[in-house]
């Protein structure tokens, strides 16, 4: 069995990483609704954020969408209130799980997120 690991490992290797990537799963790509072309930017930094954080979960399916228009913050700050839904894969189905968000993106483009409200 050790064998067969070290040679899967070393196939791996020699098949580059162009051949190697292909075997990682797709990243799951949050799908928006109701999103203004001036709220875009704003929007797809959240979902980029949302999808990072909900990857070690294996989400299957994120999908957003803008309760509000996004506002101005403190320096230069955007806000998007989002409601996020997120299907993750478990053993038994899909496990479906939904909230609220304030989702802060600043100038510099560091993103945080405050849960409004779960469920």
Request: aromatic share 4%.
């Amino acid at each position: 069995m050790h064998t067969i690991r070290m040679l899967s490992a070393g196939m791996l290797f020699l098949t580059g990483p162009a051949f190697a990537a292909d075997l990682l799963p797709d990243p799951v790509v949050p799908v928006s609704h109701g999103v203004s072309a001036a709220d875009q930017p704003t929007v797809n930094r959240c979902n980029e954020a949302i999808a990072e954080w909900a990857s070690q979960y294996d989400p299957v399916a994120i999908e957003t969408s803008l309760t509000e228009p996004v506002r101005a913050g403190a320096g230069g700050a955007r806000i998007a209130t989002l409601a996020v839904k997120i299907d993750y894969l478990r053993q038994g189905g899909i496990e479906p799980r939904a909230a609220t968000i304030a989702c802060t993106v600043t100038a510099d483009g560091e993103v945080s997120v405050e849960l409004i409200k779960q469920g």
